[in-house]
């Protein structure tokens, strides 16, 4: 019954998974009742590797139904506008409409190939039937006219709100001369380039003249602040001034950035006189198991104390370590002593290093907040509109700015480009620096060109990136406030090997360890070479582990160890060590069992005593000094061995089938330690198994014993002989045993188990 049951199961399946792909079992597809999908494209005509826009127009599905695409070889899905997304499978891209009608678009990156390429597509509305897409499904990929090209591969297609993305362009064909003109989406921005004649920028566009027939160079900007999908898009001119477009990969998406922590300010006045003191309370959350709080005062106020225990004082800049999720506290300053609006600014970083911005109360009025020069305020106020009116000067990148920096860059280097701001009035304007990490960076007062502090080891791995603030100010006090990520560049570099100990000697284990700035160290196979004078190597064969043993051989000589493996940056990575010193020879060399001696034995179980066990288990000694081998280990007492030879023989014939493996271990000590004094220690020893092989055996029964009494004894032939009549019961009941274990069986088979 139970297999009958399956059997039927699996016939519904069957039926089943047919109707699930085309109507019920036997039926052919239906005809559409209905409904439709048209496609449209953004092109007929596509550059090797360019993008091209799909649109699909869908009505009468019903309650719900599917459209699905089959892309052309070679071309790859991108993204889509549809708001549910899509499902993909090869070349098949499926997108499940819930609602009678849809229209959406979807991307797609051409084949690097030219040709002529076809669209093809079905839709299903609700009762599954199902239609081919209809509207246009040709287009051609060809190469531009003029011959040349540029390429564009990004560093990642996905990148962190305000983090560096690297940007590589390929151009050829360009002649005499050319450029590359490349349109940053909005929110992104330019960097640097490793171009060497540079770039220059008009807004979002970035244009790199080349001077050549080709070139290949990268560009660094930063993203984004604000999550989502960007494309970049760019042209490439010839001498003859012929566009096309560059090529290759376009689109990046910015991941959401975290929330981070919370602080809020609020002062004990909004309006004070000239060198009155103001009391300002912070109240930050969020920070996790620890985090900051940076303030930057206004130019003149000056700081007189703080309630907060761990509190840090640099010119303008605030610093106060919390070693706890949220704290409350205040901190008293005295007000400038010119009249006018001045304002506070500040972050709050949390444990994870994410920052926000301090919010709460930012202005102050020092007297009749009207400065000496006839404005109106200092920084965070307003200002008049009259040309004598102090206005405020202003960051033209706004409250936030990102700069990136190559790791191991050294102290003065430049950060970027300056940041600078915007004076209403002209006035010649005073940057500082400071922050959470201001201690770590200096500013040209003048210029508002961030550089590389005094004694700052920039690493990436250690600290990715920095957040800084940069106030800029006008002589009447007002100033603007800006934060700076400063973005640490990941460089592939160089690993190392150190060898240890560093002064070799011959016997004594060499251990090498490959180490990388850039972590993720996998993957290691080590190479040995020797050397008389250090400059000619000469392989070491067979030597293929971090550990290497000198044999006497290599007395005098130098080693060198090279690990090639794998790192943050990828494979192909390649270290060597090499020794401080030659090689120390040793008065003595003890003898040591070859590599190519795996220590297994065999015996057959009915060897006799003084059996030998296969052959000696020898250890050369370099020396040729007379040895003496030991036996040891948990089966030493079957066995014996000769201390001059190291034969292992039998004490006793084995029994395969009492014990079919036996382990021991054999010693060698030539009786003399590296000095050539007396040592009656082991120099080496080895782990050698020993495995008993089966013999067929003959049993022969024994007769039992005449009973005197007995008057039914088998006739003597000379043997155990057995009579027929024995042997005709013996087969009968035999058969019978067999029958009824048949019948047993069926019996069980038929009886329900546990629990039915």
Same mark, same amino acid.
């Given at each position: 019954?139970?297999?009958?049951?399956?059997?039927?199961?699996?016939?519904?399946?069957?039926?089943?998974?047919?109707?699930?792909?085309?109507?019920?079992?036997?039926?052919?597809?239906?005809?559409?009742?209905?409904?439709?999908?048209?496609?449209?494209?953004?092109?007929?005509?596509?550059?090797?590797?360019?993008?091209?826009?799909?649109?699909?127009?869908?009505?009468?599905?019903?309650?719900?139904?599917?459209?699905?695409?089959?892309?052309?070889?070679?071309?790859?899905?991108?993204?889509?506008?549809? @708001?549910?997304?899509?499902?993909?499978?090869?070349?098949?891209v499926?997108?499940?409409?819930?609602?009678?009608?849809?229209?959406?678009?979807?991307?797609?990156?051409?084949s690097?190939?030219?040709?002529?390429?076809?669209?093809?597509?079905?839709?299903?509305?609700?009762?599954?039937?199902?239609?081919?897409?209809?509207?246009?499904?040709?287009?051609?990929?060809?190469?531009?006219?003029?011959?040349?090209?540029?390429?564009?591969?990004?560093?990642?297609?996905?990148?962190?709100?305000?983090?560096?993305?690297?940007?590589?362009?390929?151009a050829?064909?360009?002649?005499?001369?050319? +450029?590359?003109?490349?349109?940053?989406?909005s929110?992104?921005?330019?960097?640097? /380039?490793?171009?060497?004649?540079?770039?220059?920028?008009?807004?979002?566009?970035?244009?790199f003249?080349?001077?050549? &027939?080709?070139?290949?160079?990268?560009?660094?900007?930063?993203?984004?602040?604000?999550?989502?999908?960007?494309?970049?898009?760019?042209?490439?001119?010839?001498?003859?001034a012929?566009?096309?477009?560059?090529?290759?990969?376009?689109?990046?998406?910015?991941? +959401?950035?975290?929330?981070?922590?919370?602080?809020?300010?609020?002062?004990?006045?909004?309006?004070?006189?000239?060198?009155?003191?103001?009391?300002?309370?912070?109240?930050?959350?969020?920070?996790?198991?620890?985090?900051?709080?940076?303030?930057?005062?206004?130019?003149?106020?000056?700081?007189?104390?703080?309630?907060?225990?761990?509190?840090?004082?640099?010119?303008?800049?605030?610093?106060?370590?919390?070693?706890?999720?949220?704290?409350?506290?205040?901190? /008293?300053?005295?007000?400038?002593?010119?009249d006018?609006?001045?304002?506070?600014?500040?972050?709050?970083?949390?444990?994870?290093?994410?920052?926000?911005a301090?919010?709460?109360?930012?202005?102050?009025?020092?007297?009749?907040?009207?400065?000496?020069?006839?404005g109106?305020?200092?920084?965070g106020?307003?200002?008049?509109?009259?040309?004598?009116?102090?206005?405020?000067?202003?960051?033209?990148e706004?409250?936030?700015?990102?700069?990136?920096?190559?790791?191991?860059?050294?102290?003065?280097?430049?950060?970027?480009?300056?940041?600078? @701001?915007?004076?209403?009035?002209?006035?010649?304007?005073?940057?500082?620096?400071?922050? %959470?990490?201001?201690?770590?960076?200096?500013?040209?007062?003048?210029?508002?060109?961030?550089?590389?502090?005094?004694?700052?080891?920039?690493?990436?791995?250690?600290?990715?990136?920095?957040?800084?603030?940069?106030?800029?100010?006008?002589?009447?006090?007002?100033a603007?406030?800006?934060?700076?990520?400063?973005?640490?560049?990941?460089?592939?570099?160089?690993?190392?090997?150190?060898?240890?100990?560093?002064?070799?000697?011959?016997?004594?284990?060499?251990?090498?360890?490959?180490?990388?700035?850039?972590?993720?160290?996998?993957?290691?196979?080590?190479?040995?070479?020797?050397?008389?004078?250090?400059?000619?190597?000469?392989a070491?064969?067979?030597?293929?582990?971090?550990?290497?043993?000198?044999?006497?051989?290599?007395?005098?000589?130098?080693?060198?160890a090279?690990?090639?493996?794998?790192?943050?940056?990828?494979?192909?990575?390649?270290?060597?060590?090499?020794?401080?010193?030659?090689?120390?020879?040793?008065?003595? @060399?003890?003898?040591?069992?070859?590599?190519?001696?795996?220590?297994?034995?065999?015996?057959?179980?009915?060897?006799?005593?003084?059996?030998s066990?296969?052959?000696?288990?020898?250890?050369?000694?370099? &020396?040729?000094?007379?040895?003496?081998?030991?036996?040891?280990?948990?089966?030493?007492?079957?066995?014996?061995?000769?201390?001059?030879?190291?034969?292992?023989t039998?004490?006793?014939?084995?029994?395969?089938?009492?014990?079919?493996?036996?382990?021991?271990?054999?010693?060698v000590?030539?009786?003399?330690?590296?000095?050539?004094?007396?040592?009656?220690?082991?120099?080496?020893?080895?782990?050698?198994?020993?495995?008993?092989?089966?013999?067929?055996?003959?049993?022969?029964?024994? %007769?039992?014993?005449?009973?005197?009494?007995?008057?039914?004894?088998?006739?003597?032939?000379?043997?155990?002989a057995?009579?027929?009549?024995?042997?005709a019961?013996?087969a009968?009941?035999?058969?019978?045993?067999?029958?009824?274990?048949a019948r047993?069986?069926?019996?069980?088979?038929?009886?329900?188990?546990?629990?039915?």
């Amino acid at each position: 019954m139970l297999k009958r049951a399956l059997a039927l199961l699996a016939i519904v399946a069957v039926v089943v998974a047919a109707w699930g792909t085309a109507g019920p079992l036997g039926t052919p597809v239906a005809e559409a009742d209905g409904h439709s999908a048209t496609r449209t494209l953004s092109a007929t005509t596509v550059e090797p590797g360019g993008q091209i826009t799909v649109t699909i127009t869908a009505s009468g599905l019903g309650t719900f139904g599917s459209v699905t695409e089959t892309l052309p070889a070679g071309f790859t899905y991108v993204s889509t506008t549809f @708001a549910d997304g899509a499902t993909t499978s090869g070349q098949d891209v499926n997108f499940v409409i819930f609602g009678d009608d849809a229209t959406f678009s979807y991307t797609v990156t051409a084949s690097d190939t030219a040709g002529s390429y076809s669209f093809s597509g079905t839709t299903r509305d609700g009762n599954r039937n199902e239609l081919a897409v209809g509207g246009a499904s040709s287009v051609t990929v060809e190469a531009a006219a003029t011959g040349h090209s540029a390429t564009r591969s990004l560093s990642s297609p996905t990148v962190d709100a305000g983090a560096p993305l690297t940007v590589t362009i390929a151009a050829s064909g360009l002649g005499s001369f050319g +450029s590359v003109e490349e349109t940053l989406p909005s929110g992104f921005t330019y960097l640097s /380039t490793t171009h060497g004649d540079g770039a220059t920028t008009s807004g979002q566009k970035v244009t790199f003249v080349v001077f050549g &027939d080709d070139a290949t160079f990268s560009y660094t900007v930063t993203a984004s602040s604000a999550p989502g999908s960007y494309s970049i898009t760019g042209a490439v001119k010839n001498d003859q001034a012929e566009s096309a477009a560059v090529g290759g990969s376009s689109s990046v998406t910015v991941a +959401s950035a975290p929330t981070g922590a919370s602080a809020t300010r609020s002062l004990s006045s909004s309006a004070v006189q000239a060198g009155e003191q103001i009391v300002v309370t912070i109240s930050a959350s969020g920070l996790g198991v620890f985090g900051s709080v940076a303030e930057t005062i206004p130019a003149g106020f000056a700081y007189v104390s703080s309630t907060h225990e761990d509190t840090a004082v640099s010119g303008q800049n605030l610093t106060f370590t919390i070693l706890h999720s949220s704290a409350t506290f205040t901190y /008293t300053v005295t007000a400038a002593s010119t009249d006018g609006v001045y304002g506070f600014s500040g972050t709050v970083t949390d444990d994870q290093r994410r920052t926000g911005a301090v919010t709460g109360t930012t202005a102050v009025t020092v007297g009749t907040g009207t400065p000496p020069d006839g404005g109106t305020g200092g920084g965070g106020g307003g200002g008049g509109t009259g040309p004598d009116n102090n206005r405020p000067p202003a960051f033209s990148e706004g409250a936030r700015a990102n700069r990136a920096i190559s790791e191991g860059s050294s102290s003065g280097a430049d950060v970027g480009a300056a940041v600078t @701001a915007l004076d209403p009035n002209d006035d010649d304007l005073i940057y500082s620096v400071g922050g %959470p990490d201001g201690s770590s960076f200096d500013i040209g007062s003048a210029s508002g060109q961030i550089t590389v502090g005094s004694g700052t080891d920039l690493d990436h791995e250690a600290q990715a990136s920095y957040s800084v603030q940069v106030v800029a100010t006008d002589p009447g006090g007002r100033a603007d406030t800006i934060e700076i990520t400063i973005s640490v560049i990941n460089e592939d570099e160089d690993g190392s090997v150190a060898l240890s100990p560093a002064a070799p000697m011959v016997q004594s284990d060499v251990m090498a360890a490959v180490s990388d700035p850039d972590g993720e160290v996998s993957g290691e196979t080590w190479s040995w070479e020797r050397s008389a004078d250090g400059e000619e190597w000469t392989a070491i064969e067979g030597a293929a582990g971090a550990t290497y043993e000198p044999a006497a051989s290599d007395a005098g000589m130098w080693l060198r160890a090279t690990a090639a493996y794998s790192d943050g940056h990828g494979a192909d990575k390649t270290a060597s060590g090499t020794t401080e010193a030659a090689v120390a020879a040793i008065a003595n @060399a003890g003898p040591r069992f070859p590599a190519a001696e795996t220590g297994e034995r065999s015996v057959p179980e009915d060897a006799s005593a003084g059996t030998s066990v296969g052959d000696a288990v020898a250890a050369p000694d370099p &020396d040729g000094d007379a040895l003496t081998y030991t036996l040891g280990g948990e089966d030493a007492a079957y066995f014996t061995i000769d201390a001059a030879t190291g034969q292992i023989t039998t004490v006793a014939t084995l029994d395969y089938e009492t014990q079919t493996t036996h382990s021991v271990t054999v010693t060698v000590s030539d009786g003399m330690d590296a000095g050539g004094g007396a040592d009656g220690a082991a120099d080496d020893e080895i782990a050698v198994t020993i495995s008993v092989t089966d013999v067929e055996e003959m049993v022969t029964p024994e %007769p039992e014993p005449e009973d005197p009494g007995d008057g039914d004894k088998l006739p003597d032939t000379g043997g155990a002989a057995v009579p027929a009549w024995l042997l005709a019961l013996a087969a009968a009941a035999a058969a019978a045993a067999a029958a009824g274990g048949a019948r047993m069986a069926r019996a069980s088979a038929r009886r329900p188990g546990p629990g039915a």
